[in-house]
Antibody, heavy 117, light 109 residues
Framework: QVQLVQSGSEVKKPGSSVKVACKAS????????LVWVRQAPGQGLEWLGG????????NYAQKFQGRVSITTDESTTTTYMELSSLTSEDTAVYYC??????????WGQGTMLTVSS | EIVMTQSPATLSVSPGERATLSCRAS??????LAWYQQKPGQAPRLLIY???TRATGIPARFSGSGSGTEFTLTISSLQSEDFAVYYC???????????FGQGTKLEIK
C-alpha cells in the first residue's frame, strides 16, 4: 500500500521560503498525479498545484503562480513543494495527496507551516 | 476559474435522520465532482468521486448525485461518526486544475 509521508513542521519568517517534502513509499511513484493542498487555521481547503511525474511539468493555481514550485525526485520517490515570499497568510497545514480520476484518494499527514516574525 | 459554492454553511441534523448537502459549480464540471469528509485534526477523506462512485471502504449510506453544475451528497441515516465538515471539489481534465467548495459543517441537532 502506498503511503505519503511528509516532512515535519516549519517555522519561517516573513519574506523567506519553505520547502516541504512528501515521500511516497510502498508502491509505484510515476503514472499518477501528486498535488499540494493547504488549509489555514479554521478555514477550508485550497489547491496550490500538482505534478504528474511521468509527464514532468507541474501546473499551479493562478493565485500561486510565480511563488510556488513543485518538483520531484524519482530516485527517492519524493515530491517537494517550495513556497516563497512567505507572509502570515501562508500559515497553514500543507498536505500532499495522490490524485486518481480527478479526486484525492490518498493524503499525507500534513505539515504545519507557521510564518511569524 | 470555476467557483464551487456549498450550502448550507452549517447543517444541524439528528442521528438517524437524513442529511442532504449541496454543491453548485459556476460552470459545468461534467462528472468531475468529488466529496470529502474532514474531522478535526485529520486530513480529508475521500468519500465520493465521479459524482456518485463511493471510494474504497465508504459505507453505502453515503451517496452522491447530480450533473453539470448542481450536485448533492446524501447521508441516509446519520451515525455519530458522520458529524464533520464536508467539502466538494471539482477537477478539469488537462492540465489538471482543482477547486474546493468552502465546506459544510454537519453538526448534531
Amino acid at each position: 500500500q502506498v503511503q505519503l509521508v511528509q516532512s515535519g513542521s516549519e517555522v519561517k519568517k516573513p519574506g523567506s521560503s519553505v520547502k516541504v517534502a512528501c515521500k511516497a513509499s510502498g508502491g509505484t511513484f510515476s503514472g499518477y498525479t501528486l498535488v499540494w493542498v493547504r488549509q489555514a487555521p479554521g478555514q477550508g481547503l485550497e489547491w496550490l498545484g500538482g505534478v504528474t511525474p511521468v509527464f514532468g511539468s507541474p501546473n499551479y493555481a493562478q493565485k500561486f503562480q510565480g511563488r510556488v514550485s513543485i518538483t520531484t525526485d524519482e530516485s527517492t520517490t519524493t515530491t517537494y513543494m517550495e513556497l516563497s515570499s512567505l507572509t502570515s497568510e501562508d500559515t497553514a497545514v500543507y498536505y500532499c495527496a495522490k490524485a486518481v480520476w480527478g479526486a484525492f484518494n490518498l493524503w499525507g499527514q500534513g505539515t504545519m507551516l507557521t510564518v511569524s516574525s | 476559474e470555476i467557483v464551487m459554492t456549498q450550502s448550507p454553511a452549517t447543517l444541524s441534523v439528528s442521528p438517524g435522520e437524513r442529511a442532504t448537502l449541496s454543491c453548485r459549480a459556476s460552470q459545468s464540471v461534467k462528472n468531475n465532482l468529488a466529496w470529502y469528509q474532514q474531522k478535526p485534526g485529520q486530513a480529508p477523506r475521500l468519500l465520493i468521486y465521479g459524482v456518485s462512485t463511493r471510494a474504497t471502504g465508504i459505507p453505502a449510506r453515503f451517496s452522491g448525485s447530480g450533473s453539470g453544475t448542481e450536485f448533492t451528497l446524501t447521508i441516509s441515516s446519520l451515525q455519530s461518526e458522520d458529524f464533520a465538515v464536508y467539502y466538494c471539489q471539482q477537477s478539469n481534465n488537462w492540465p489538471p486544475m482543482y477547486t474546493f467548495g468552502q465546506g459544510t459543517k454537519l453538526e448534531i441537532k
